[in-house]
């Protein structure tokens, strides 16, 4: 409108970059919050994770991948806990020079996996930092009253599976920094762009549940400490990808104990494990038997091929020591 | 347990300091997500808001009073939009270096937040920065269905009106800076700590509502826009608080465009102005006539005392140019 103050830079580009990834009850973005109504009869799901440039991913990440793995990361978390998204809130404090350009991308990012997931941007923030790219999603879902999968279930003698292939993210990371060649790209890709394993139906099946994101060792730790359980894997029976086995064997601690998986770990009573076997045909998701849980202590022994405990140097990650 | 595997030093920092702030549904903080069934009858309300050090609070700033104006600033999100807090999920990136002390401190204003507003934590996450410390705050609440206030609705004819006095949180980062003098520190100290203005029933008396969080006149042309009308308000109506006056006139426009108000604006038909004044003084917050919407442009005119236009250099504070 002729006449009119002009908008000031920040609320131009949330105009211009993120208005259209707005969903219903995002109210355009122009309000204070969002306002929808939770879907009837269903349970709330509420997970937020940050990621931090240099951290979580490399400064020069093309920026529609940084924005789809953000959206995974959390997407995970929903899918380990059983749960179907709804939408996401979106907190992004970039330096002052980013250029237009990387919040296109980002924002075409975001718009691709919107579409994929079924999802839309419920509402935010976008300020300035004197850091580095600095961002965060929470996300929300819904799950059938009573039916979200935890992570405190597991009993000794229940088996332990896990989705996918372990190891290929962390791997990954070590070729985008020079320390393996990765000639098809394959495993910087795992990095750069998880795939959550949302929709499958493993409430009745798994008894426990929780994503890989931190390390396998580690992660498993987290299910053992819950359950008041040990667990025994085996290092041979961990699910590789031709890359991450063609990266040599002198790489197996990494793929045990690397992060960014995004894969799921069950325990599973032994009596389910023909439903999972159906559910993985059913969908083409691939699981794997890794191994078993034990009576305690929460201690995760990893067997090698002539059935020593590996000695590991730390089970996964942690931002602090 | 004797021979469990020790927490990694992450998780032992989050079971520390946050895992006693987690409500009902958290799961202790301790799954991928929390889990909790909306309050029957209500609408979900969704706001997030992140805070970097050395752009939304000074360095040195207390812990404590970092995680409640975090909270608080969420939390004023909410009131803005007439709904009713129920809990929140935290993201923190923090330096690895960050003393344990430092974490210690802000757990305990989060606490004594939580306890104040009758919220609890429900999730988040804990990463380190090579950069500065970088939070969010996703805050969820409620409202009755149809309930909500919004920035759309203001009309030519109606009044504004502000609740408590404007101005005293940019003169206290002013103070902060050495820039004024603050005997009391009353004016540092709003800076630090907004109050929330939740609980006040407005929906069905404002036609219109934000809260003041980066400038008065810039937050009153979003009213604006979002209405299609334009905006006079007297700068000697503007509420301050006798802190903020004995700063002197030099400091009016620093008052009108400066942030971290969290006051509320509202759009007020005439005829609502008496129930305004009776709510006012059944709560003991006050509120204030500062001018009236026009037709249309959306502009923004400041009326000195002698009835001439205000030239303001800016009419608030924009992240991004």
Request: proline share 9%; charged share 15%; aromatic share 6%.
């Amino acid at each position: 409108m002729s006449g009119s103050d002009p908008l000031p830079g920040e609320f131009s580009l949330i105009a211009r970059h993120f208005r259209p990834l707005a969903g219903p009850g995002a109210l355009g973005l122009g309000d204070d919050a969002a306002v929808f109504a939770p879907p009837p009869g269903r349970e709330m799901v509420v997970t937020a994770d940050a990621m931090v440039a240099g951290v979580h991913f490399l400064p020069g990440d093309p920026p529609d991948l940084v924005a789809r793995k953000l959206l995974r990361v959390n997407l995970s978390d929903l899918a380990a806990m059983g749960a179907d998204p709804l939408g996401y809130v979106l907190t992004l404090s970039a330096p002052r020079e980013t250029p237009d350009s990387w919040f296109a991308g980002f924002a075409a990012g975001l718009a691709e996996d919107q579409a994929r997931f079924a999802i839309a941007l419920l509402g935010g923030d976008t300020t300035s930092t004197p850091g580095p790219l600095s961002l965060s999603v929470t996300a929300l879902g819904t799950v059938a009253p009573g039916a979200a999968l935890h992570r405190r279930g597991a009993e000794a003698g229940m088996e332990i599976w896990v989705s996918g292939t372990i190891g290929d993210a962390a791997l990954g990371l070590a070729a985008l920094r020079g320390l393996l060649p990765d000639p098809g790209g394959e495993l910087a890709a795992r990095y750069r762009l998880p795939s959550p394993r949302l929709g499958l139906a493993l409430a009745a099946i798994a008894a426990a549940a929780l994503d890989v994101s931190d390390g396998l060792v580690q992660d498993l730790g987290h299910l053992c400490r819950a359950g008041g359980v040990g667990a025994e894997i085996e290092a041979a029976a961990v699910p590789a990808s031709p890359a991450a086995r063609a990266a040599g064997p002198e790489w197996l601690p990494t793929r045990l104990t690397g992060g960014d998986d995004y894969e799921l770990l069950l325990a599973l009573p032994p009596a389910n494990a023909a439903a999972l076997r159906a559910l993985a045909a059913a969908t083409g998701v691939p699981f794997a038997r890794i191994g078993h849980f034990t009576a305690g202590p929460a201690h995760v022994a990893v067997r090698d091929g002539a059935g020593r405990e590996m000695v590991l140097d730390k089970p996964g990650w942690s931002h602090f020591p």
